[in-house]
């Protein structure tokens, strides 16, 4: 009767509730599992043969992971014209009240549900086992038990931020729902969040005989005198310190960007005035509140539906036999090449690091060696497993050893020359068939690949710094690339665990191009006259890691110089100046090239701390008039927005989805955006197209937006469009 | 129209706001009823001529809860036709309290009416009555809510006020008060304070440190640093975007004092007061409040001080004598700076930071002691105001008759 639930009734009257999805390696809530989620609550209440029920899964891999994505992200099918947003948090009220009013459920108690939970319990899925009486779980520490809904900017909307809560206090709750941190079952089983942890096979027999020896019960909550653990309401000083201190920190570290954290906070503090059946309705109205959002809708796509997609393959052409990369060799060991070794070798490939001398290459596997003894020292590495990674990897200074190498990555000195040396050598020694990369992120691939003499197995694999930390790679296809070498090297994409997207040539490709004008973008305003501290602060509050003048300083301004240097001298008449050269050219001047000689648009003091340097206002005088901080923020994320939009033009970028993707992974474009794309569509095209006008007309042509977006303006079209995640495929 | 005059102001002296305070011993109820019985003793008023009595106070629950000016007047022995109630515009609420009683005369809707406050710090701490502003993440988020201490920080960062100057700004207030004291210059205001039996508790402002020095402060570390590492500097930041980061210049010695105290104004027509005899001491010339910028919070004294000139007629040249609380130094420094005020024109008894902030009965203090003074030094007008939580500033000017 119900497809996705499993009823079994036993002879001591006890249902067995298994919920498995047909078709599916994992169980979430779609429409099909909520409908029968109901209606097997509502058997169990109603035959007097069923003393009580247990909720189990039938998958081995876990229990329930939450909420199908699919079904927030735009389409939710209303049922019956229900508010949607109130529909679970009604059906799991009903299973733990039996439906009852309060006086008669404080008088008779309801019949016990029980969760028998067998593997990680995510979101909705965890929220029926907290709505459930009695919740026993399997003692594997890998089970995960967590409400992560903020990560995609929306909230647990079926009584998580109101059970939780009352059960480890309101101050733990916070914590967990706004950060999205899992609990393991011993650390559950502490907080009370599950009353039992006991071997697999045992967790539904355990749950049966509760339910066996529990005619009947009564939430926590539900019961008289019941009070919040650490306290909680308006006139509790201990929940309003709570309460205050949590407002606090979020607005520091949402910087007023992501609406989920405050509704988390509002749910909590005024759900603890209230008993369980208002404070469910006050959820639901800020989960309402969150769906409504465009954030929310923007994070699912690209935080989530998209970053999954091109993990699981979509950008992979089809036809192409999967193959694993055993042996990379690795050419240049500095920082790039070092962190792209060591991901490398943590998944198992033999690494080949090869440099100019034995000591540059020992001295890059010493990045792996020290990133190993961290994770030893922390106890979350084994001695064993370290040395068997560290084997993998061979420094050397000769050709010969990249013999046997199934895939090389150049990350040597962004120098044509040098570039042009190191893979004329290489190509000597490797196989006839063996793909080339190059981790370049200035230089045009197809204008490299002239070195090699098979470009069509030449091609770009763009990793960011700190490479074990930045999830993206960003993989660029050269004018004669084929789609045998793409495959492959998605297929090592994939093998090290990170997101790809993929781009065509183009000078600076997708990334670093946008990138670039965050900075440039912030240079050209302290040149005008702003003062740097906005531009630094501004930044943070559009939702960018970090300013602008310190991710320059970072990146180091000689770079930049030597980077505009040499795209100057390739393109000739065809190069388009910029208005940070001037900035650039006096830090240049002034020997300040950021914190690599300690010095830069900040100050690096001793003891570790920076500040803006003071000497900046001689060189760049502080205007009278300041710009609005509105119209800062509108510069540095339109600027990036404009440029992006240009690469989706230029067909640089392949969809709206893969920008988007690769902005927020790749150069940490703001995700409660969704990304360059998504903020295009929020903002509309049309006033967007309006907004960079009048930039450009203010500040020059570069804000200028390109055709594509006037003609999109004028059809009223969109990036994204209802159904259709992946976005606009480039013409 | 009717004009509303001053006929009377008193004080309680201050007490330290602490356990250890001399008026820790007396209830809130206690300190307001022996005001309004102070103003009717010392004016042999029949007090069934007073239509109202209105207190302020901060923190409106337990003791100082259920509308204390009712009950005030109750327990004073007043005619039980004197009706009464409490107000709460937060730290100005004395003052607001003066001008709600002027405002009635002014009307005609009262012949004669109370304005005062009373606090009891150490008996109903600040913030016992809870608010959603600092705790409902609702109001916090949208109004980018911090503490008055950071709101403090940021004037001092945002107008350039060094830990010296608001340190020297807190020895002259303390030298200021302590001469003041030392001349008698309060005397004329000054209710001792008895105990249940009528004997005498308290006869002067304990809290002062007339030994403060530079070096005695700066061995103070300051107050807020903490709060702002939690979260609020960077709230500061992000609604002031121009400052790179917070500086932390306020601490106990140049903040204002925790302490216990009340006091009272009797306000009323020019008839009412020939008809009883009296002899009314100052016209109350122009009130105003405002709302200000509420994360700076405590700017609002610049805004309320031009308001209510306005209001007046009057230019600033027009005052001889301000009165501002110093509820933090960096308050009274910004205040001189946007209004070109002389350290010599203000605050020259001294002020809260030498004796003490009882909340809601500050503004009805001070307003008694600026009246003292222009009959002490014979000068006509002054123009006395406060900064107020959530980013309010109120302000009265009066003139000599």
Redesign the interface.
């Known amino acids: 009767m119900t497809e996705t639930i499993k009823f079994e009734v036993d002879s001591d009257g006890i249902a067995l509730l298994t919920i498995d999805l047909p078709n599916q390696s994992m169980n979430v809530y779609n429409q099909a599992l909520i409908r029968d989620t109901e209606t097997v609550i509502d058997r169990v209440l109603g035959d007097d043969a069923i003393i009580g029920a247990v909720w189990t899964s039938g998958k081995s891999i876990g229990f329930l992971a939450g909420a199908d994505l699919n079904m927030l992200g735009g389409d939710g099918a209303t049922t019956d014209g229900e508010d949607p947003a109130f529909v679970m948090n009604r059906i799991f009220r009903k299973m733990e009240t039996g439906g009852k009013d309060r006086k008669l459920l404080a008088k008779e108690g309801t019949k016990p549900f029980a969760a028998a939970v067998n593997g990680l319990a995510l979101g909705g899925g965890l929220e029926l086992v907290l709505a459930s009486h009695y919740r026993v779980c399997a003692d594997n520490p890998k089970i995960q038990l967590g409400l992560p809904e903020c990560q995609v900017g929306v909230l647990p909307g079926a009584g998580g931020t109101q059970r939780l809560p009352r059960i480890i206090g309101q101050q733990a709750a916070l914590q967990a729902i706004t950060t999205g941190r899992p609990f393991k079952p011993a650390e559950a089983l502490g907080l009370g969040i599950i009353q039992e942890v006991v071997p697999l096979g045992d967790v539904v027999a355990k749950a049966k005989a509760w339910v066996k020896a529990t005619p009947s019960v009564t939430a926590l909550w539900d019961k008289k005198g019941f009070k919040f653990p650490g306290g909680a309401g308006a006139m509790h000083p201990g929940s309003a310190m709570t309460m205050m201190g949590a407002s606090a920190m979020a607005q520091k570290q949402t910087q007023h960007n992501y609406p989920a954290i405050q509704a988390v906070l509002s749910c909590i503090y005024e759900g603890g005035c209230l008993d369980m059946d208002n404070a469910i309705r006050v959820e639901s109205a800020y989960f309402s509140k969150l769906l409504q959002d465009p954030t929310a809708r923007n994070m699912i796509r690209s935080l989530f539906i998209n970053k999954q997609a091109v993990e699981k393959g979509a950008l992979r052409p089809e036809g192409i036999e999967k193959k694993k990369v055993k042996r990379l060799g690795m050419l240049g060991a500095g920082l790039m090449g070092a962190g792209i070794a060591y991901v490398s070798a943590k998944v198992g490939i033999e690494v080949v690091l090869f440099d100019i001398s034995k000591e540059a290459a020992e001295k890059g596997k010493d990045y792996s060696r020290n990133l190993n003894q961290k994770a030893v020292s922390r106890g979350k590495l084994p001695e064993t497993k370290s040395n068997a990674m560290l084997d993998l990897i061979t420094p050397t200074d000769s050709y010969a050893d990249l013999a046997d190498c199934d895939l090389i990555i150049e990350a040597v000195f962004e120098d044509p020359a040098i570039k042009k040396s190191v893979t004329e050598q290489t190509e000597a020694v490797i196989g006839k068939d063996i793909v080339f990369s190059s981790n370049t992120s200035t230089m045009p691939i197809s204008g490299l690949a002239e070195n090699f003499t098979r470009p069509h197995q030449f091609i770009g694999i763009h990793f960011f710094s700190p490479v074990d930390k930045m999830p993206l790679v960003e993989i660029i296809m050269g004018e004669k690339t084929d789609d045998e070498t793409l495959a492959l090297a998605l297929d090592y994409v994939s093998q090290i665990r990170k997101t790809p997207i993929v781009v065509n040539d183009s000078r600076g490709f997708f990334t670093s191009r946008t990138f670039g004008t965050y900075v440039q973008e912030g240079y050209a305003m302290v040149m005008e006259g702003v003062k740097p501290a906005l531009v630094e602060n501004v930044g943070k509050m559009a939702g960018m890691p970090v300013g602008p003048l310190a991710v320059g300083d970072e990146v180091a301004i000689d770079l930049s110089h030597k980077v505009a240097k040499a795209t100057k001298a390739a393109l000739g008449n065809a190069y388009v100046s910029s208005p940070a050269e001037g900035f650039v050219e006096k830090m240049m001047e002034l020997e300040r090239y950021g914190r690599k000689n300690g010095k830069g648009s900040y100050q690096y003091n001793e003891d570790g701390t920076k500040e803006i340097w003071k000497g900046l206002g001689d060189h760049f005088v502080v205007a009278d008039v300041q710009p609005s901080a509105d119209e800062v923020r509108s510069r540095l994320l339109t600027r990036q927005a404009v440029e992006a939009a240009r690469c989706f033009e230029e067909g640089v970028l392949l969809t709206a989805s893969s920008g988007d993707v690769g902005a927020i992974f790749g150069i940490g474009f703001p995700p409660y955006t969704g990304g360059p794309f998504s903020y295009i569509d929020t903002v509309g095209v049309a006033e967007f197209v309006i907004e960079s006008d009048r930039l450009a007309d203010a500040y020059g042509e570069r804000f200028r937006p390109p055709q594509l977006l006037r003609d999109m303006a004028e059809k009223g079209e969109t990036f994204y469009t209802a159904g259709n995640p992946t976005g606009r495929v480039a013409a | 129209m009717t004009e509303a005059y001053i006929y009377d102001a008193v004080r309680t002296p201050r007490g330290k706001g602490r356990k250890d305070g001399t008026l820790h011993q007396i209830t809130p109820m206690q300190l307001a009823t022996q005001v309004l019985q102070g103003i009717r003793n010392r004016n042999d008023l029949d007090t069934a001529n007073i239509d109202d009595v209105i207190l302020g106070c901060v923190s409106p629950v337990g003791e100082q809860g259920s509308n204390v000016a009712r009950v005030a007047a109750i327990n004073a022995g007043y005619a039980e036709t004197v009706a009464g109630y409490q107000i709460n515009r937060f730290c100005a609420s004395g003052l607001e309290a003066v001008n709600v009683a002027a405002a009635k005369v002014i009307s005609g809707e009262a012949d004669m009416a109370i304005g005062g406050g009373l606090e009891s710090m150490s008996r109903v701490p600040m913030?016992s009555d809870?608010g959603?502003m600092?705790?409902?993440?609702?109001v916090?988020?949208k109004s980018?809510?911090?503490p008055q201490g950071i709101s403090a920080d940021i004037i001092a960062t945002k107008y350039g006020f060094s830990r010296d100057d608001a340190d020297a700004y807190a020895v002259e207030s303390q030298k200021r008060a302590a001469q003041s004291w030392q001349e008698k210059r309060f005397d004329k205001s000054i209710l001792p304070v008895n105990d249940v039996a009528g004997r005498p508790v308290l006869s002067h402002d304990e809290f002062m440190r007339p030994e403060t020095t530079m070096q005695s402060l700066g061995a103070l570390k300051p107050s807020f640093v903490q709060q702002g590492q939690?979260?609020?500097d960077?709230?500061a930041?992000?609604k002031y975007?121009?400052?790179?980061?917070i500086n932390h210049i306020h601490h106990a010695g140049n903040s204002s004092g925790i302490v216990d105290g009340a006091a009272g104004v009797l306000v009323g027509s020019k008839e009412i007061g020939e008809k009883l005899g009296l002899t009314p001491r100052a016209k109350i010339r122009a009130m105003a409040s405002v709302g200000s910028e509420p994360t700076i919070m405590l700017t609002g004294p610049e805004f309320a001080a031009q308001k209510v000139l306005k209001r007046a007629g009057m230019s600033k040249s027009d005052i001889e004598l301000w009165e501002l609380n110093e509820a933090f130094a960096s308050v009274v420094l910004r205040f001189m700076q946007a209004l070109d005020i002389d350290h010599s024109d203000i605050n020259v008894n001294g002020g809260a930071i030498a004796m003490g902030h009882p909340l809601g009965a500050t503004g009805a203090m001070i307003l008694g002691t600026v009246l003292d003074e222009l009959e002490r030094s014979g000068k006509e007008t002054a123009l006395a105001t406060l900064c107020i939580g959530a980013g309010m500033g109120t302000a009265t000017v009066i003139e000599r008759v």
């Open positions: 913030g809870g959603a600092a705790m409902d993440p609702d916090a988020f980018y809510f911090v939690f979260g609020f960077n709230i930041i992000q975007p121009e400052l790179e980061k």
